[in-house]
């Protein structure tokens, strides 16, 4: 471009000065201009169109560069939650046996009440008996021992 700008400046001076000057080879030199200016215009659109390729296969490596991350941080996550749900559940089972093993002591402590209860009363009555039995012995062997003083 510059060379035609050079030629274009070499041919005005030339025209000022030349009176014979042919006005036709400035039309050439325009012709030069406007292809120079398509091929500068087709080459620089050339050039966008690449620069839009490039910029789309850099997205594309973009995208699937996140949707790697996004994946492998939702296989994480995954690995988390299934490693919580086992934690819970271990907890939880062991939280159930504990309370299973409450219930039967307990059920255990009510039974040992319950025969501890029972075992009391009925030696609280074979004592009360005992005693009666005992207190009707003495008022038997009382009895005759007055009848005879009394005689």
Known sequence: MEALLSQFTFLSDQALQDKNFDPSTIEDL????????????AAMELEQENEVKEAEITMQQAEDYLDSVMESAMDEFRRFEEEMDRMAKAELDGLEQKAERARKMGNLMEKAATIA?????????????????S???GLSSNKPQEDEQEE
């Open 135 to 137: 207190a009707w012995k």
């Open 30 to 41: 325009m012709k030069l201009f406007e292809i120079e200016s398509y091929k500068a215009w």
């Open 117 to 133: 209860s029972k075992k009391y009363i009925e030696a609280a009555v074979n004592s009360a008996t005992a005693s009666m039995k």
